[in-house]
């Protein structure tokens, strides 16, 4: 597959001119040297056209004489019809019948005013009843023709020898010097697998110099047609007239008659008008059935050789013989096809669009071979033509998929190294939502910072490369579980981590905070072991804060020419850093506002902080600490220290000091070091002393980040 970067441009030129080269060596082996790794389905194509494409109208005066299984067994003929029909009593007598049954028959049709008797059928043989056959053939020499073939052997140095087998010399003698003009060979040419496409009119073969007529020639010759027989020997596909015993043409198909029926005087009168049916006709005579070995595949399905024969006499007739169209032009639609797939692969990226055009290009140039076929006598190539086409087109659009799956794998692994895999997804697999948000759009996120406290102080003392990897270990941690919980990685700022949920892609509000909070939590758990593996590394102990907000904010490609970053910027965003570094100032791992608090408050277990505005803002935050999951319950002496927790919280909003301090003493005993308890003890002492104004409502206005 050409799948390196620098010659993908070129991959659908390459493949389809391979096809197309591939298509056109194998189609000259097969004119040059007859291998045809293709014949079957070229050959397919060419009976698909001759049975559903237009029909060599029928010709009226060509009529079938069966012998059929009736005419054999006579199983429909009554006892007297056989005894008083000389014929018919003659037939009794079994397969193959008396030659005089022939002599019979050429009285009756030609009787009848029968242009022409044919028979399909081989008398080799001398009979006792030769004859009277023969004074028929003499009689109506004119007006009847008579089969006979020739056998093919191998001969020296590989060449192909004729023999010929002649009718037996008591029936028509053969004077040496040239084939009386009542014969004709019954040959019938076939295909490689076996099925009748073509007719060969004349014959000419070694060890004779002469060129012989094929059964259908000697007819058309005899009806005064001589110039409509080809001059040359080769073979000519037929148009068909139409498909044997199909009630579709039954109309205007050979219909045959049995034999038997013209020598039943009750028959002949109402099915052949006392003969009058037969008059102009040129009636073929031979088996139907199996019986002689004589029924072939045709495009148009199984048929006997007699009506093979009136096929053959009806297309040269009405001269609709099909012509293959000149190599020349086959390369020409060979390498077409090549190139038009290459242009649909350069043109149309689409994959669905790609295949639907493929197959429909297809199909026009199939309903193309059938136009041809119809209005023009010719076998366009199908099979090259359409393997070059679809074979280029779908190799190279295979090797498109393929690449593409393979750059796609090597730029997501490449991308999830410096940014988030939401990003990286949202990228490859919605480029078009992606990069409506590039330009900047405003939307709600919740935005996650965590800091590592006095990391600066800790860097100017520690060893270099051991702070490296130290840190380096620590943000692949922080890294993995942001994306673990569907979060973007916005950037790292040294130890410092922002991320963010619903800025590529959101299932909601609600979810977004809850998969920051669980980051958060799995964050200060992954820290709790990373300490423990340092400890033994002898290492520095670390402790980050993180502060999580949920608002509104700007998501856009924000920086200069040479260096540009999809982020987040907004009031939003700048409260959630706030919120990292007051975890320093509360004792606490975890500030959440109040907005994330609203949304998690069903699935966590929060404590209350402080009621919190920054200098110059109006609006106050409510914030709050995770305490934990509630998938996994706090002890009763948690739950009822955080129950008298809150009781304090209120208390002291409403300016009941006194018992909120009571409160919150109580407090103590259980954590004696509870920052939290201690300092809203501190708050209500103080405002014991001072009260305050009027219009407080618990707001601390903070000044440090």
């Known amino acids: 597959m050409l799948w390196n970067a620098r010659y993908r441009k070129y991959a659908p030129a390459i493949i389809c001119a391979g096809c197309t080269f591939l298509m056109c060596l194998l ?32 010709t009226p005066q060509l009529t079938y004489l069966a012998i059929d299984d009736l005419s054999i067994k006579l199983t429909a003929a ?21 030659r005089s049954v022939y002599a019979h028959t050429l009285d009756r049709l030609i009787g009848a005013g029968a242009r022409l008797v044919i028979f399909d ?48 010399a008591t029936l028509i003698p053969q004077d040496g010097s040239a084939v009386d003009s009542r014969l004709g060979l019954v040959n019938v040419p076939t295909d490689a697998d076996g099925t009748v496409r073509r007719m060969q009119y004349r014959v000419q073969m070694e060890p004779f110099p002469e060129i012989y007529e094929s059964l259908s020639a000697r ?40 034999l038997w029926e013209i020598f039943v005087p009750k028959l002949w009168k109402q099915n052949f008008q006392n003969g009058e049916f037969f008059r102009d006709k040129v009636v073929m005579i031979g088996p139907k059935g199996n019986f002689l070995k004589d029924e072939l595949v045709t495009p148009m399905g199984v048929m006997p050789g007699p009506e093979i024969h009136l096929n053959a006499i009806n297309s040269l007739i009405h001269g609709a013989f099909i012509y293959d169209t000149l190599p020349w ?55 090259y033509p359409l393997l070059s086409f679809l074979g280029g087109g779908f190799l190279g659009f295979t090797n498109e998929f393929v690449a593409e799956q393979i750059e796609r794998r090597r730029t997501r692994a490449t991308l999830e190294r410096y940014v988030s895999k939401n990003l990286v997804r949202e990228i490859l697999d919605n480029p078009a939502t992606f990069y409506d948000k590039v330009g900047g759009v405003r939307l709600p996120v919740t935005a996650l910072f965590s800091d590592v406290r006095d ?28 994306f673990q919980y569907g979060g973007t990685l916005d950037k790292f700022v040294g130890d410092a981590v922002m991320a963010v949920w619903g800025n590529i892609r959101t299932v909601g509000t609600a ?15 992954s820290l709790r072991k990373l300490n423990e593996h340092w400890q033994t590394r002898g290492l520095q102990q670390w402790v980050i804060g993180v502060g999580i907000n949920q608002g509104e904010a700007i998501a856009g490609n924000i920086g200069s020419n040479e260096k540009m970053d999809l982020t987040v910027i907004g009031d939003a965003v700048n409260t959630a850093s706030r919120l990292e570094g007051l975890t320093k100032k509360y004792h606490v791992p975890l500030l959440i506002g109040p907005t994330v608090a609203a949304q998690v ?90 009260p305050p104004e009027e219009s407080w409502n618990g707001v601390v206005f903070i000044t440090e980040k």
């Open 27 to 58: 189609y000259w082996v097969a004119i040059r040297y007859g291998y045809d790794v293709l014949q079957s389905p070229e050959q397919w194509f060419k009976d698909s056209r001759a049975r559903y494409g237009s029909h060599t109208p029928r």
């Open 78 to 98: 009554s006892p007297e019809e056989i005894q008083t029909s000389p014929a018919l009593t003659q037939m009794q007598q079994g397969w193959p019948f008396p």
């Open 121 to 168: 059928l081989m008398f080799i043989t001398p009979k006792p009843e030769d004859v009277q056959f023969k004074a028929a053939l003499d009689k109506y020499r004119d007006r009847v023709v008579v089969g006979w073939n020739y056998v093919l052997a191998g001969g020296e140095r590989g060449k192909t020898y004729m023999t010929l087998q002649t009718p037996t």
């Open 219 to 258: 007819v058309v010759e005899k009806l005064g047609m001589a110039e409509r027989i080809p001059k040359d020997t080769r073979p000519r596909y037929l148009r068909w007239q139409g498909v044997p015993n199909s009630t579709f043409y039954s109309e205007s198909g050979f219909v045959s008659y049995s």
């Open 329 to 383: 032009l086959d390369l020409c639609a060979i390498i077409g096809g090549g190139m038009f797939a290459c242009l649909l692969l350069y043109r149309e990226k689409s994959p669905g669009r790609l295949f639907t055009y493929l197959i429909g290009i297809s199909l026009f140039y199939v309903a193309v071979g059938f136009l041809f076929y119809n209005l023009a006598d010719r076998y366009i190539l199908m099979s």
């Open 455 to 482: 990391f600066t102080t800790m860097t100017e003392r520690a060893d270099p490369t051991q702070m490296v990897t130290q840190l380096n270990e620590y943000l692949q941690e922080m890294t993995r579980l942001v």
């Open 511 to 525: 979810q977004d905070a809850e998969q920051a909070v669980r980051t958060a939590l799995a964050m200060l758990e």
């Open 601 to 690: 408050k069903d699935h966590f277990y929060l404590q209350s902080v402080d009621r919190a505005a920054a200098k110059g803002k109006s609006n106050a935050l409510d914030l709050y600490t995770v305490l934990g999951d509630k998938a996994q319950p706090l002890s009763k002496e948690w739950l009822s220290y955080l129950e008298c927790y809150e009781e304090g919280i209120r208390l002291f909003r409403i300016k009941n000091f006194i018992e909120a301090l009571e409160m919150f003493e109580s407090l103590l005993p259980y954590r004696p070091d509870d920052y939290l308890a201690k300092l809203y003890i501190g708050r209500c002492q103080e405002y014991i002393a001072h």
